[in-house]
């Protein structure tokens, strides 16, 4: 839990002077780490910890990676997370999801929907980039 919640002050201060508020996000592209940003969104939904680390984004401790399995509780992870781009006034999201998760293309069909849904313009994209190169 340690290695996922306290980071160098160095690493925090860098990290959050990339972190924008919602309100900023307004006619600005948006990538969202789908399975990261869905995960943690889902522990929230479920009543498991969620952490607010020194660096100041939340993380969860679940440690899924390729084990995962998209549920009901995804789409209503993605529900939640796509209302608060669609109220920020994002003009594009893409969502990249792991190809090398089981049932990621399943997802991203259930994404789009409620992409469309909200007419959030933008669309699920899948990536073979693991989440741990791509670091916040």
Known sequence: ??????????????????????????????????????????????????????DGFLRDTRGFFRSYKASRISVCAFFEILDLLAAAGAARVEVLLDQQISRSGELAKEVRGLMAERDLPGAPEMSIISSRSAGP
């Open 1 to 54: 839990m340690l290695l996922r919640t306290i980071v160098s002050a160095d690493t925090a201060l860098r990290r959050m002077a990339k972190a924008l508020r919602l309100h900023a996000l307004r006619d600005r592209a948006v990538f969202v780490d789908g399975y990261n940003t869905t995960i943690t969104t889902q522990s929230l939904l479920a009543g498991y910890p969620v952490y607010l680390c020194d």
